[in-house]
């Protein structure tokens, strides 16, 4: 059994907008952890002219879930890489009580512990971080037009040929409205059923990312 966050599973839960990104990223460069980003890794499938890429690209348009089935070998195949050897971080899943039991499954044959952090937020702040939100194509780093501007207009700061920012398609008043309805159907029960076996913790995620991120810490018992 571990006895602090490394070497485990860190579940990141919280309604589109709450700052599971951006927290991920912030695990992911303090500690080393991998992050992994279930919705960063459909949208660049959704980029392949194949079958599958068409068919993500539409539920993702819709801002539906995608299938428990893709999602279950899209998260084995990226959890069994070297570099999961000592623990990661998941963004975005699990999205549905059927992953959480899927997860259960691997956790027990990579022989982890499951934490979850609980990230919450209210609706109208979802909806005023969603629409401003805009994302670097190349290293995926998070920005928001009001709160976390880039230096310099549309161009992400990190990369010295300038890379332009994109606005996720599923980041308009419409679709993030239907995204947040969906997170309350599917998602809110996953949050119960960690609750229930004692692996949730709970932050505020209204709070400033330094602090959100300090109380996230606290949650999984990482230390520098
Ligand atoms: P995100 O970047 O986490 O907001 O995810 C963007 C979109 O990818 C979601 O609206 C879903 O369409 C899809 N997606 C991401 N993760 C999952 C998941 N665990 N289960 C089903 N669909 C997912």
Redesign the pocket.
Known sequence: MTTNGRGKIIVLLGA?GAGK?TQAQRLRERFCLPQI????I??SIAREETDLGRQVRR??EA????S?EI?ADVVRARTGQTDCDGGYIL??????VT?AEMLDGLAGEQDRDIKAVYVRVLRDELMRRLTSRRICPMCNTIYNLVTRPPKHDGICDLHETPVELFHRV?DNEEAVAH?ILVWERETKPVYEYYRACDRLATVDGARPVDEVFGQIREAIGLQE
């Open positions: 589109p990104g980003s279930t919705g960063d459909l949208r539920i993702l801002g539906d879930l995608v428990d999602l963004d975005g899943f699990p999205r549905t992953q599923d995204r």
